[in-house]
């Protein structure tokens, strides 16, 4: 089993910035990519970002450019760095491990953005 927990979610105003976090836990000996995802009241989970044990990312076009993930495989930690933060940007964001057996999830954590 690996645990998943996101911190930094919140309120900021349009054009602020978030550094969200998911620390990990378990056995994670079998995580290798960690993603980001997100989910808009009635949309669906939209992936955000991910990032591979050897650092290779990949991004959303909508956040490309304004967001950065990153990870600290010591602490086994992987952060998800949000600037120029957008109204539209408001969702449930969830950490994520996919394995060979299942996807780990985390519990999520809201962020939200006024205008």
């Known amino acids: 089993q690996v645990q998943l927990v996101e911190s930094g979610g919140g309120l900021v105003q349009a054009g602020g910035s978030l550094r969200l976090s998911c620390a990990a836990s378990?056995?994670?000996?079998?995580?290798?990519?960690m993603r980001w995802y997100r989910q808009a009241p009635g949309k669906q989970r939209e992936l955000v970002a991910g990032?591979?044990?050897?650092?290779?990312?990949n991004y959303a076009g909508s956040v490309k450019d304004r967001f950065t993930i990153s990870r600290d495989n010591a602490k086994n930690t992987v952060y998800l760095r949000m600037n120029s933060l957008k109204p539209e940007d408001t969702a449930v964001y969830y950490c994520?491990?996919?394995?060979?057996?299942?996807?780990?999830w985390g519990q999520g954590t809201q962020v939200t953005v006024s205008s």
């Open positions: 994520n491990a996919p394995s060979p057996v299942r996807d780990f």
């Open positions: 378990g056995s994670i000996f079998s995580i290798s990519t």
């Open positions: 990032i591979t044990r050897g650092g290779n990312t």
